[in-house]
């Protein structure tokens, strides 16, 4: 049962363009949202988070966005950048302390 | 500061052993969290500690169990070992209780590569 899903497993995006990753979730007492960014053989790494109260959360190049009617964020990186070639993995909680229920993963390459 | 440790890294077993993996949290951190990562299925929580105490589980069979020291360190354990539990496992430390708070974040480390044979 993934209550945290990522339709896309890759994306290649050209330097420069941006880079629009995307999060479906099932369950509406989620409350708190995070992204992860992984490259191999390492733990995976906060990017940016978003509470429920929030519809939009900005760092830097990085942009989340939350629709919580359409249980749906998402995150946008402008411009990409070749360093940004890593797996992205949302993670979504609700009240339950820190357990989080992460989708599968979003293979971004960024040509140059 | 020294970030989440993870110990061994890397490990091969043969089906039916048992294995205990370690995890030293950032400093100051009281809570760990443990997650297996397999190909398809990203990361599947298995429990969470906090002060000693567990406080979530996730749905993995009883094999799976942990248990969390004074100095915040945990351990997880895996009995009788499958073929199916051939993964990445993850520890991840926080400061305190990230939800329903909804501040801060998991931070984790690199990661035990457990090979089941």
């Known amino acids: 049962d993934q209550q945290v899903k990522q339709n896309s497993p890759s994306l290649s995006v050209q330097e420069g363009r941006i880079s629009i990753l995307n999060c479906d979730y099932t369950?509406?007492?989620?409350?708190?949202f995070l992204w992860y960014k992984k490259y191999p053989a390492e733990g995976p790494t906060f990017l940016i988070s978003i509470s429920s109260i929030k519809d939009k959360n900005e760092d830097g190049r990085f942009t989340v966005f939350l629709n919580k009617s359409a249980k749906h964020l998402s995150l946008h990186i402008v411009p990409s950048q070749p360093g940004d070639s890593a797996v992205y993995f949302c993670a979504a909680s609700g009240d339950t302390g820190n357990q989080f229920y992460f989708g599968t993963g979003t293979s971004l390459t960024v040509i140059p | 500061k020294a970030g989440v440790t993870q110990t061994p890294r890397y490990l091969i077993k043969t089906r039916g052993q048992q294995v205990t993996l370690s995890c030293s949290p950032i400093?100051?951190?009281?809570?760990v969290s443990w997650y297996q990562q397999t190909p398809g299925q990203g990361l599947q929580f298995l429990f969470e500690y906090f002060s000693e105490t567990q406080r979530n589980k996730g749905n993995f069979p009883g094999r799976f169990s942990g248990r969390q020291f004074s100095n915040s360190r945990s351990e997880m354990n895996v009995s009788t070992l499958e073929l199916g539990d051939s993964a990445l496992y993850l520890c991840?430390?926080?400061?305190?209780?990230?939800?329903?708070?909804?501040?801060?974040?998991?931070?984790f480390g690199e990661g035990s590569r457990l090979t089941v044979l």
């Open positions: 369950n509406s007492m989620f409350d708190y």
């Open positions: 991840a430390s926080s400061r305190t209780v990230v939800a329903p708070s909804n501040t801060g974040e998991l931070f």
């Open positions: 400093s100051g951190h009281r809570s």
